[in-house]
């Protein structure tokens, strides 16, 4: 039972690739959360890295999207 919850989440995760910005997003937010889990103790470090891989995927298609502004005009 206890590699069903993993399968699932594994599972959800490759549903959610759809692009590289996802992948990139994917990878940071494991990284984090292996790096994190190093210092932090607990599962907080999940939660961390989720919340910073997160903002880092939005801060990055902003700024997709406003350089693609000024490209086309």
């Known amino acids: 039972m206890d590699y069903a ?3 699932m989440f594994i599972c959800l995760l490759v ?3 759809r692009g590289n ?3 990139l997003v994917a990878i940071v937010a494991g990284g984090l959360a292996v ?3 190093l210092i932090i103790s607990g599962n907080f470090h999940i939660i961390i890295s989720s919340i910073v891989a ?3 995927g939005v801060l990055f298609r902003q700024y997709q999207l406003s ?3 000024e490209k086309d005009s």
């Open 5 to 7: 919850l993993t399968a």
């Open 15 to 17: 549903f959610q690739l």
């Open 21 to 23: 910005l996802y992948i």
């Open 35 to 37: 790096g994190l889990s």
């Open 54 to 56: 997160a903002t880092l």
């Open 67 to 69: 350089h693609k502004e």
